[in-house]
T-cell receptor, first 111, second 117 residues
């Protein structure tokens, strides 16, 4: 059974800082890994999807890496802004259908 | 592309009544749709997986007679909460995946906030 863990559970940093969010998973036989953003009371916005054959993906100030062998992924956010404040979730498929989510990291960027 | 909508975004109903939530894929055909439930400050919990034209597969512990799922077309799935109780109050999110997707990527709707009084 796949289990996904995110550390830290919450993070508060001043605006402008670079930061790293961590995600680990127990079963390395994954098709891909996704990072999502969820604003309070809202649905999920997909940020990045890394295929199992890839090591990283970049979108603007976001960079996600994947190390399947160690069961880890990181989401790097450069030059953080108050608008980046949200909960960040990582998820991996279990089999071909089900997505297993981590508990999320609640990020607060202070102006 | 790959937009998923949900309706309604918020609903308040009285205990004992039934509520239907719609999930639509707007610009692609969704052969598979998923329904999740999220409690405050918790992560998403998969309730069921539905494939177009067949019965939904429910996760362990989810009452299929209480949470009725219908995936009658390639663009629409519905979740009906029957005989709702206050403990059913939650945030319900659907997602959809296209039949041609080889990346297993799911696209999520904006969610529906259900409050049962």
């Amino acid at each position: 059974k796949q289990e996904v863990t995110q550390i830290p559970a919450a993070l508060s940093v001043p605006e402008g800082e670079n930061l790293v969010l961590n995600c680990s998973f127990t079963d390395s036989a994954i098709y891909n890994l996704q990072w999502f953003r969820q604003d309070h009371g809202k649905g999920l916005t997909s940020l990045l999807l890394i295929q199992s054959s890839q090591r990283e993906q970049t979108s603007g100030r976001l960079n996600a890496s994947l190390d399947k062998s160690s069961g880890r992924s990181t989401l790097y956010i450069a030059a953080s802004q108050p608008g980046d404040s949200a909960t960040y979730l990582c998820a991996v498929p279990q089999g071909a259908q089900k997505l297993v989510f981590g508990q999320g990291t609640r990020l607060t960027i202070n102006p | 592309g790959a937009v998923v909508s949900q309706h309604p975004s918020r609903v308040i109903c009285k205990s004992g009544t039934s509520v239907k939530i719609e999930c639509r894929s707007l610009d692609f055909q969704a052969t598979t749709m998923f329904w999740y439930r999220q409690f405050p400050k918790q992560s998403l919990m998969l309730m069921a997986t539905s494939n177009e034209g067949s019965k939904a597969t429910y996760e362990q512990g989810v009452e299929k007679d209480k949470f009725l799922i219908n995936h009658a077309s390639l663009t629409l799935s519905t979740l009906t909460v029957t005989s709702a109780h206050p403990e059913d109050s939650s945030f319900y999110i659907c997602s959809a995946r296209g039949g041609l997707s080889t990346s297993y990527e799911q696209y999520f709707g904006p969610g529906t906030r259900l409050t049962v009084t």
